[in-house]
């Protein structure tokens, strides 16, 4: 198992736990409970990581502060999600770009927070994410990164892509 190599898991969420949700065009995040579900080939991979590896979220959610996603719906959302999977801890950024703050990806804050709160080692820890932000918080963090590929990255270049979760495992 490729994954064996790590025992600290970053999971970026958008496109990795949950499918994306398309408005125009543009890749989205779930604004509702409705809207929030499961990637199978991330199901396969919570069932086989639960009790080895310790699990992090770390995910950017601005559409909290653009007053598009209300931060009960969110809280709705992680309670099914620890259902699945039980995360050491969640990291949220619920900042938007003009907030300034160290959380958001591609900031490595959230990362750089959980490696010193549970005194990770970094060669021990991978970031998996589906955006550039995603690899660009964890190189400023000095952690290895996968890169899922799908149909609207295709412009990241990064040589650590993965075709899906499953082939972690
Ligand atoms: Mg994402």
Known sequence: MKINK???IFLDRDGIINDVIF?????????SIDEFKFRDDFLHFAEKINKKNNVFLITNQPDIKRNLLKLDDLKVMHEKLMDILDFNEMFVCMHDDDDNCQ???PKPGMILEAISKYN?????C???GDSSKDIKA???ASIDAFLLDTNYNKDVNFSYKIKSLVSLI
């Open 103 to 105: 959380c958001r990806k």
């Open 6 to 8: 790590y025992n600290n």
């Open 23 to 31: 408005r125009d065009g543009e890749v989205s995040s779930p604004r």
């Open 126 to 128: 991978i970031m998996i």
């Open 120 to 124: 990770l080692k970094h060669k021990e």
């Open 138 to 140: 964890a190189n400023a």
